[in-house]
């Protein structure tokens, strides 16, 4: 059984900033690219930033130049510090990682942290 664990996130005035961090346990053999979502209130889920084993990231157009992505191999932890954050910031961040367990590969999802940006 595996499970991801997301902590960090809270309320904050725009311009501010925000860690987000989010830890994979449980049957691990090695993960392969991990990245972080959010979904906005009556919004699709979206792609915010992805970073694959060898550390190469992407990121959303909105978030280019303030947030960053980066990822702590030994300690099956991803991270995602944000920036010059902005209202339209707001949302549930979530967390995902493609985890090969000794025999199965399986993309696992985090239970979500709400991110809110006051102006």
């Known amino acids: 059984q595996v499970q991801l664990v997301e902590s960090g996130g809270g309320l904050v005035q725009a311009g501010g900033s925000l860690r987000l961090s989010c830890a994979a346990s449980?049957?691990?053999?090695?993960?392969?690219?991990m990245a972080w979502y959010r979904q906005a209130l009556g919004k699709q889920r979206e792609l915010v930033a992805a970073?694959?084993?060898?550390?190469?990231?992407n990121y959303a157009d909105s978030v280019k130049g303030r947030f960053t992505i980066s990822r702590d191999n030994p300690k099956n932890t991803v991270y995602l510090q944000m920036n010059s954050l902005k209202p339209e910031d707001t949302a549930v961040y979530f967390c995902?990682?493609?985890?090969?367990?000794?025999?199965?590969?399986?993309?696992?999802w985090g239970q979500g942290t709400q991110v809110t940006v006051s102006s």
């Open positions: 995902n990682a493609g985890i090969f367990s000794r025999q199965s590969f399986v993309h696992y």
């Open positions: 970073i694959n084993s060898g550390g190469s990231t």
């Open positions: 449980g049957s691990i053999f090695s993960i392969n690219a």
